[in-house]
């Protein structure tokens, strides 16, 4: 079973910057479009941003013109560069094939609090 494992987060004030990293042991990951996805307390996971195998960006309202997200195929790597965060930014943050498959397999998230 695929095994992400997230990286990057922490504390940050608002106004402020993370990039967040997702290390995807996928055999022909370049082939797959990603996405980031995050869940806040009480709430349910949602899709922030995703990337297609070409390298199209697409992201939610709620974060256009804040959240870039990019792709290292040679590196397995997503990226997820986060700008202007403010307090509704704040949730675990995690990286999956876009769609996501039937049965999903997460992993652990990083953390993003944004707080002053």
Do not use: H
């Amino acid at each position: 079973q695929v095994q992400f494992v997230e990286s990057g987060g922490g504390l940050v004030q608002p106004g402020g910057s993370l990039r967040l990293s997702c290390a995807a042991p996928i055999r022909s990951f370049s082939m797959y479009t990603m996405g980031w996805y995050r869940q806040a307390p009480g709430k349910q996971r949602e899709l922030v941003a995703s990337i297609t195998a070409s390298g199209r960006a697409n992201s939610v309202d709620s974060v256009k013109g804040r959240f870039t997200i990019s792709r290292d195929n040679a590196k397995n790597t997503l990226y997820l560069q986060m700008n202007s965060l403010n307090t509704e930014d704040t949730a675990n943050y995690y990286c999956n094939l876009f769609p996501l498959p039937q049965q999903p397999a997460w992993g652990q998230g990083t953390q993003v609090a944004v707080s002053s």
